[in-house]
């Protein structure tokens, strides 16, 4: 069975600062990662995507994602936050069997301090 | 941005009444997701559509019924309102092509509320 742990529910950080936001995952055969955001109010927006491609993924906003199966990670980062990162992240699981289903971690609100 | 909208956006309903919500595309995707939000337990599905007709269940069904007569529209029924069901209720869609990797498209979401 495929499961998503989100490291800290919370992660406040200053403007300019490193962003680290943490993803383990569970799966029995290789899996698909993602990265969601969501803004206040709104829907969940792809931030990037795992696909076995590359080990380093990198999306929009500057944020980037590294996949290390050896420790079963997809850390988020960014190397300097901007108060418009302020938002709730989840990473997600899903893999290539029956029904393409997506597991969601609990997700990770992130604070951006001036 | 997926055209995919959500209706009502807001809810607030009576413990045992039913409510039908609904999710519209406009992008003839295939797969067609509900999920529910709620505090500490990020998105669970409920139910999802792999075709006209084609539904099946998802971790926290119990309680909801799905229908998809269209390809472009996806309903969600809670056939008795409970207190339990408070949350925020996204739709989401993919369509199943190797390139896309099961990348979803979110709705806006309904936030209902029963009292």
Not at chain 1, 17 to 26: K, M, P, Q
Not at chain 2, 89 to 108: K, R, T
Request: aromatic fraction near 12%; glycine fraction near 8%.
């Amino acid at each position: 069975a495929q499961s998503v742990t989100q490291l800290g529910s919370h992660v406040s950080v200053s403007e300019g600062a490193l962003v680290l936001l943490r993803c383990n995952y569970s799966s029995s055969v290789p899996p698909y990662l993602f990265w969601y955001v969501q803004y206040p109010n709104q829907g969940l927006q792809l931030l990037l995507k795992y696909t076995s491609a590359a080990t380093l993924v990198k999306g929009i906003n500057g944020f980037e994602a590294e996949f290390k199966k050896s420790e079963t990670s997809f850390h988020l980062t960014k190397p300097s936050a901007h108060m418009s990162d302020a938002a709730e992240y989840f990473c997600a699981v899903s893999q290539n069997t029956g029904g393409f289903k997506t597991i969601f971690g609990a997700g990770t609100r992130l604070f951006v301090k001036a | 941005d997926a055209g995919i909208t959500q209706s009502p956006r807001h809810k607030v309903t009576e413990t045992g009444t039913p409510v039908t919500l609904r999710c519209h595309q406009t992008e003839n995707h295939r797969y067609m997701y509900w999920y529910r939000q709620d505090p500490g337990h990020g998105l669970r599905l409920i139910h999802y559509s792999y075709g006209v007709k084609d539904t099946d269940k998802g971790e926290v069904s119990d309680g909801y019924s799905v229908s998809r007569s269209k390809t472009e529209d996806f309903l969600l029924t809670l056939e008795s309102a409970t207190s339990s069901q408070t949350s925020v209720y996204f739709c989401a869609i993919s369509e199943l092509a190797v390139s896309s990797y099961n990348e979803q498209f979110f709705g806006p979401g309904t936030r209902l509320t029963v009292l």
